[in-house]
């Protein structure tokens, strides 16, 4: 099993930048898949990144490639997201996840989440 903390949330002006980051808990982090998605009020929760479990592999959703960078570091068991160039159609509660390897940014389907993070950007 695996315990999920994102923190880095906050409220931000477009063309901002903030940091996200996941810390897990319980072994094998390394061994899993991590995605970090969002929620915005109304709308259906989307995967917006994702890195395999070495961190060889990073996707991105259409919306935010070239903006937001995905990372991971499985000493530290962290997988951060990098978000500049904020838009306000960035504002959303953020969620890391853990998965396996079907993870991917088509889908929303994840084993584990953790309890999501707020980011409001003003325009």
């Known amino acids: 099993q695996v315990q999920l903390v994102e923190s880095g949330g906050g409220l931000v002006q477009t063309g901002g930048s903030l940091r996200l980051s996941c810390a897990a808990s319980?072994?094998?982090?390394?061994?899993?898949?991590m995605g970090w998605f969002r929620q915005a009020p109304g709308k259906e929760r989307e995967c917006v990144a994702v890195?395999?479990?070495?961190?060889?592999?990073?996707y991105y959703a259409d919306s935010v490639k070239g903006r937001f960078t995905i990372s991971r570091d499985n000493a530290q068991n962290t997988v951060y997201l990098q978000m500049n160039s904020l838009k306000p159609e960035d504002t959303a509660v953020y969620y890391c996840?853990?998965?396996?390897?079907?993870?991917?940014?088509?889908?929303?389907?994840?084993?584990?989440w953790g309890q999501g993070t707020q980011v409001t950007v003003s325009s």
């Open positions: 996840a853990a998965g396996g390897d079907t993870m991917s940014v088509f889908t929303t389907a994840a084993g584990y």
């Open positions: 319980g072994r094998t982090f390394s061994s899993y898949r």
């Open positions: 890195i395999t479990r070495s961190g060889g592999g990073k």
